[in-house]
């Protein structure tokens, strides 16, 4: 792209893990510039002791500048404070007043740029009787209904990948977008904030409307029957899944593709109310169609009577997928790490992640240097407060 959106936007972050970072990749993406401040040594805890080898960290924070600074001192948090004005969004998933603690609160740093974006992400709020309580991925997804909805009633399991910090990310970045947007119509500073248990409400909307619907929490199986979703074996053991939904004629659809017209006459199935209430008896006649044919000659039959379906892909085959591979949703660096792109296109092309991730350190002193000059700096680096990547980490790199 020859211009990205967020092109001169600045982004401080004291993140870690996936919600947090994860927000400020899809801000990069778009062109923001984002900094991320580290611990001096070890950087962030999601590097896991391998610096940039972890393939999770250069997932969420390819294409990031790194300052490690220690912010238990407080000429580290004196650097912090002298940047401060020069960036347009901090972005902090720590617990509630840990940023408060160290003099980085909205308070302190709203006084030094007055339309600044803070930006807090948390486990379950700022307040309440959980504020306190640690939060990750599967806690989020446990406390905030997903564990239940995805599994079968009374038998709940762990999902098979990370879902909440995932959406935590995502309704991050679309807040923050919002606030740019609001200060660019002539707002002040504002605080944005969200959770892991705000941001999977977003997942559980029609979850929440089937309770409604039906007095009922529901589990892994209980809107199949109002939407019509069958997931079915097929003779080469690939498996397909059918969205049939309300529409009458995907019905009708489906009946011809299976060459099956005395279904249309069976009472059971005559309505959509009448394929809910028999659903289970449906699902027995598809599983046993379903069984005859292979998969390909399945979808085929199903494309050209226009039937809503999907084979069932694992991540491997949805990546190598020429519909995925047309979408241009990967980038792939040189080491064989497929990175996922932004989910949107401006003007038919996808921003590309730029560069590569950042050594712990990597741009400490260029970062450190808009403001101080090289005795200030010689003198940090010295003293342990500020961290700058050897040089042959660098060279290596």
């Given at each position: 792209?020859?211009?990205?959106p967020?092109?001169?936007?600045?982004?401080?972050?004291?993140?870690?893990y996936?919600?947090?970072?994860?927000?400020?990749?899809?801000?990069c993406?778009?062109?923001?510039?984002?900094?991320?401040?580290e611990?001096?040594?070890v950087?962030?805890?999601?590097r896991?002791?391998?610096?940039?080898?972890?393939?999770y960290?250069?997932?969420?924070?390819?294409?990031?500048?790194?300052?490690?600074?220690?912010?238990?001192d407080?000429?580290?948090?004196?650097?912090?404070?002298?940047?401060?004005?020069?960036?347009?969004?901090?972005?902090?998933?720590?617990?509630?007043?840990?940023?408060?603690?160290?003099?980085?609160?909205?308070?302190?740093?709203?006084a030094?740029?007055?339309?600044?974006?803070?930006?807090?992400v948390?486990?379950?709020?700022?307040g309440?009787?959980?504020?306190?309580?640690?939060?990750?991925?599967?806690?989020?997804?446990?406390?905030?209904?997903?564990?239940?909805?995805l599994?079968?009633?009374?038998?709940?399991?762990?999902?098979?990948?990370?879902?909440?910090?995932?959406?935590?990310?995502?309704s991050?970045?679309?807040g923050?977008?919002?606030?740019?947007?609001?200060?660019?119509?002539?707002g002040?500073?504002?605080?944005?904030?969200?959770?892991?248990?705000?941001?999977?409400?977003?997942?559980?909307i029609?979850?929440?409307?089937?309770?409604?619907?039906?007095?009922?929490?529901?589990?892994?199986?209980?809107?199949h029957?109002?939407?019509?979703?069958?997931?079915l074996?097929?003779?080469?053991g690939?498996?397909?899944?059918?969205?049939?939904?309300?529409?009458?004629?995907?019905?009708?659809?489906?009946?011809?593709?299976?060459?099956?017209?005395e279904?249309?006459?069976?009472?059971?199935?005559t309505?959509?109310?009448?394929?809910?209430v028999h659903?289970?008896?449906?699902?027995?006649?598809?599983?046993?169609?379903?069984l005859?044919?292979?998969?390909?000659?399945?979808?085929?039959l199903?494309?050209?009577?226009?039937?809503p379906?999907?084979?069932?892909?694992?991540?491997?085959?949805y990546?190598?997928?020429?519909?995925?591979?047309?979408?241009?949703?990967?980038e792939?660096?040189?080491?064989g790490?497929?990175?996922?792109r932004?989910?949107?296109?401006?003007?038919?092309?996808r921003?590309?992640?730029?560069?590569?991730?950042?050594?712990?350190?990597?741009?400490?002193?260029?970062?450190?240097?808009?403001?101080?000059?090289e005795?200030?700096?010689?003198?940090?680096?010295?003293?342990?407060?500020?961290?700058?990547?050897?040089a042959?980490?660098?060279?290596?790199?």
């Amino acid at each position: 792209m020859t211009h990205k959106p967020l092109a001169g936007v600045r982004v401080l972050e004291f993140g870690g893990y996936i919600s947090g970072p994860y927000a400020t990749s899809i801000l990069c993406s778009l062109g923001a510039d984002v900094v991320k401040v580290e611990r001096p040594g070890v950087g962030e805890d999601f590097r896991r002791g391998a610096n940039i080898d972890s393939l999770y960290f250069r997932q969420y924070n390819t294409g990031k500048r790194s300052l490690a600074v220690n912010l238990k001192d407080p000429e580290g948090v004196a650097l912090v404070k002298a940047l401060l004005p020069r960036f347009d969004v901090v972005l902090e998933n720590l617990r509630p007043g840990k940023m408060d603690a160290l003099g980085l609160g909205r308070g302190d740093l709203t006084a030094l740029r007055s339309d600044l974006i803070y930006t807090s992400v948390t486990g379950f709020g700022n307040g309440g009787p959980m504020v306190d309580r640690p939060a990750y991925d599967m806690i989020g997804q446990a406390f905030g209904g997903l564990v239940s909805t995805l599994s079968n009633e009374g038998h709940a399991q762990l999902a098979g990948t990370c879902l909440a910090d995932l959406i935590t990310g995502l309704s991050t970045a679309t807040g923050i977008l919002a606030a740019l947007v609001g200060r660019g119509a002539g707002g002040g500073s504002t605080h944005v904030e969200t959770s892991l248990t705000e941001a999977i409400s977003t997942l559980t909307i029609d979850a929440v409307t089937q309770l409604f619907e039906t007095g009922r929490a529901p589990s892994r199986q209980s809107r199949h029957p109002q939407a019509q979703n069958f997931c079915l074996a097929t003779a080469s053991g690939e498996f397909i899944v059918l969205h049939l939904s309300s529409s009458q004629r995907f019905w009708e659809c489906l009946v011809a593709a299976m060459d099956r017209p005395e279904l249309l006459a069976d009472a059971r199935f005559t309505t959509y109310a009448d394929r809910m209430v028999h659903y289970h008896d449906l699902a027995k006649i598809l599983e046993g169609e379903f069984l005859v044919r292979p998969a390909a000659e399945w979808e085929k039959l199903l494309i050209d009577h226009d039937v809503p379906f999907a084979p069932v892909l694992d991540v491997k085959t949805y990546r190598e997928h020429p519909q995925v591979e047309w979408l241009d949703i990967f980038e792939r660096e040189t080491d064989g790490l497929a990175l996922t792109r932004v989910p949107w296109r401006f003007d038919g092309e996808r921003p590309r992640r730029p560069g590569t991730a950042p050594l712990v350190g990597e741009h400490s002193l260029e970062i450190a240097g808009e403001v101080y000059g090289e005795d200030e700096l010689r003198s940090l680096v010295a003293s342990g407060t500020l961290f700058p990547a050897p040089a042959s980490s660098s060279a290596s790199k």
